[in-house]
């Protein structure tokens, strides 16, 4: 059985995912610029070069892949579960549940933005878990 909280917060970690993905490239771009041709007339060193900056330059079009890939899926997960969000009747379960986990609010924050207490808001949240839980298990 999937549990509604968990199956909610996995957007998180697609995520924290693409940002380390980003990172990376950023990482072997910076690197593939520092480093410069041999102007020496020793072939092997000059070669040695290009060999570097080819490995680098395949590197990086292996991780733009493999970002582009996760990408594609976190928005697959990311609109599903909007869709399963969607589909609570309560429209302020919808709102803190939407604000939680797909803009990754604090629930003070949303409290704050709702005009409510945090204290009901958490029970909000903790209905809303309840009915996507219910909707989950109706589903599988």
């Not at 919808?94 to 704050?112: G, N, P, Q």
């Amino acid at each position: 059985m999937i549990d509604a909280k968990k199956y909610l917060e996995e957007i998180e970690r697609y995520n924290s995912v693409i940002e380390n993905k980003l990172a990376e490239i950023d990482q072997l771009k910076s690197l593939a610029t520092s480093i410069t041709t041999a102007t020496s007339d020793t072939p092997v060193q000059s070669s040695g070069n290009n060999d570097r900056i080819g490995k680098i330059v395949a590197d990086i079009a292996d991780k733009e892949a493999e970002l582009k890939r996760l990408v594609d899926e976190l928005v697959d997960e990311r609109n599903e579960r909007i869709k399963i969000i969607e589909q609570l009747e309560d429209r302020l379960q919808y709102t803190v549940l939407y604000k939680r986990y797909m803009k990754l609010m604090k629930i003070e924050d949303i409290a704050e933005e709702q005009h409510y207490s945090s204290r009901w808001i958490l029970k909000v949240h903790s209905k809303g878990l309840n009915n996507i839980q219910n909707i989950l298990n109706s589903s599988h």
